[in-house]
């Protein structure tokens, strides 16, 4: 049985064995409705093993001044591939803020979105994600953060599409293809304790993200799943949602803790015809 084939997918049937886990709560049906089932799937993201490394992975950096307060914003045009509305909406970045300078912010800074911060450490790092390295080739364009303080520009910072941007399945990021595709997926962080330098102190606010969206095919969603939040999206054609944290470099993950338990909560949508996926699938091979 295919993945696809979700009519067959309710009450513990093949599909619900390839799930961590998997909660047959049928939806109410109205009228001839097709039959479909809810489900959850729930996935740890260790601060180890799933941790990249951005020094050897290729993220940008800069040296910013220790104690002194930033604003950042973020422009230029950077796209995922060669195809129209493939473009990047903003920059993953690291770093630390001066309010709690053991804890690392791991954010999604949007173009046009001013991003206000002190600097708590020197290393500042931003970068694009991608599926794999194979995949980046054929990104294109490059993004340019600009710090700015005191009312001038005090540094320039270039991240480019193809040579800081990490190959997601090359540096330890965790995919998950156990959603259906077409499903509505809500993504919640419910529960983790993941750190960064080894104290509670350190700990990670949030799981980066990255997936497509099957409203915008080939639009990368790339963002910051902070406790509490939920993002909702409609699964892509290709089913896939990467997770991972992210540490300075190799040398520095070896002092995290603990993970983090993503849940994945779904309602399988329409059904798409088998003889339209190879169509909707090969942009994407
Ligand atoms: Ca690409
Ligand atoms: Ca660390």
């Not at 049906?29 to 020094?55: M, P, R, Y």
């Not at 193809?162 to 509505?184: R, T």
């Not at 304790?193 to 949030?206: I, K, L, S």
């Amino acid at each position: 049985m295919g993945r696809h084939d979700r009519t067959r997918a309710s009450g513990g049937g093949p599909l619900a064995a390839t799930l961590l886990v998997a909660v047959a709560a049928p939806v109410a049906l109205t009228g001839f409705a097709v039959q479909a089932s809810a489900g959850q799937v729930i996935q740890e993201v260790d601060a180890v093993k799933n941790c990249v490394g951005l020094f050897q992975a290729g993220g940008a950096s800069v040296t910013l001044e220790q104690g002194l307060a930033y604003e950042l914003t973020v422009t230029g045009d950077a796209c995922s591939n060669p195809w129209e509305d493939s473009d990047y909406d903003g920059v993953f970045v690291f770093y630390y803020d001066a309010a709690s300078p053991d804890h690392p912010v791991t954010a999604f800074v949007e173009k046009g979105e001013p991003h206000a911060f002190t600097a708590g450490d020197p290393t500042f790092y931003a970068f694009l994600v991608d599926k794999g390295l194979k995949d980046v080739p054929d990104n294109s364009g490059s993004m340019v953060l600009i710090f700015t303080s005191g009312g001038r520009v005090r540094e320039l910072l270039e991240v480019d599409a193809v040579f800081n941007c990490l190959g997601l399945e090359d540096f330890g990021a965790v995919k998950n293809i156990d959603v259906p595709p077409d499903s509505l997926c809500t993504l919640s962080l419910s529960a983790g304790d993941a750190a960064t330098n080894g104290t509670p102190d350190g700990a990670y606010e949030g799981v980066l993200i990255f997936t497509r969206d099957l409203n915008r095919p080939v639009h990368p969603e790339i963002l910051e799943l902070e406790y509490g939040d939920e993002f909702e999206f409609e699964v892509h054609a290709t089913s896939w949602v990467y997770m991972f944290f992210v540490d300075e470099s190799y040398s520095e993950i070896g002092n995290n803790l603990g993970t983090v338990t993503v849940r994945m909560d779904y309602v399988p949508g329409t059904p798409v015809e088998r003889a339209s996926w190879t169509s909707i699938k090969a942009p994407y091979r």
